[in-house]
């Protein structure tokens, strides 16, 4: 029996790590951060889609990032750039989207947690409402967080609280 209760991890790399940079420096602890992600998702939300979430960057990503993720249960598709015209074209979004849009209609997804604060995804989660799924949101800070964004993350049905986890305090800073 399917009961739509698994949550589908799509992280946007480029954006979470670039905002935890910018915030951080080097000290970001992004592989706490990730691993805080997952806790409150298992805790707060539901559990894990196949026990796998899903990193969407680019091909320039160093391999001490892809043994994070292979250590933390991440699943990592590359985005190469393409060439259009005279310059290179990131198509970290619109994979991600992809890939999101492919998967709604799977019986066991009843949640998405998306990982950015980019304003590109609104019609994708808006989408994915439509489709019955509740949606979470974990903006890597408060300032790469698009306030529209907001608007799409749903409360959830057994605890009541809007479902959302901001990165950059995940681990028990106090930020503004």
């Not at 806790?39 to 994070?68: M, N």
């Not at 209609?105 to 439509?130: M, N, Q, T, W």
């Not at 800070?141 to 959302?164: A, E, F, Q, Y």
Request: aromatic share 8%; with cysteine; charged share 25%.
């Amino acid at each position: 029996m399917n009961n739509r209760s698994k949550v589908l991890i799509l992280i946007d790399w480029d954006n979470l790590f670039i905002c935890l940079q910018e915030k951080f420096g080097a000290e970001m602890r992004i592989e706490e951060r990730l691993q805080a992600l997952t806790e409150w998702i298992k805790t707060e939300i539901g559990e894990i889609f196949k026990g796998w979430g899903f990193v969407f960057a680019p091909d320039h990503l160093t391999i001490i990032h892809r043994d994070i993720f292979v250590k933390n249960n991440l699943r990592l598709m590359i985005c190469p750039k393409e060439q259009v015209g005279g310059t290179q074209k990131d198509t970290v979004d619109e994979t991600l989207i992809w890939f999101g849009e492919a998967i709604l209609d799977h019986p066991d997804i009843g949640f998405i947690c998306l990982v950015s604060g980019d304003a590109d995804y609104i019609e994708f989660l808006e989408k994915a409402k439509r489709a019955g799924i509740k949606v979470a949101l974990a903006p890597p800070t408060i300032n790469s967080l698009s306030r529209n964004l907001l608007d799409c993350v749903d409360i959830h049905p057994k605890t009541g609280k809007k479902m959302i986890l901001r990165l950059d305090t995940a681990l028990g800073e106090h930020c503004v």
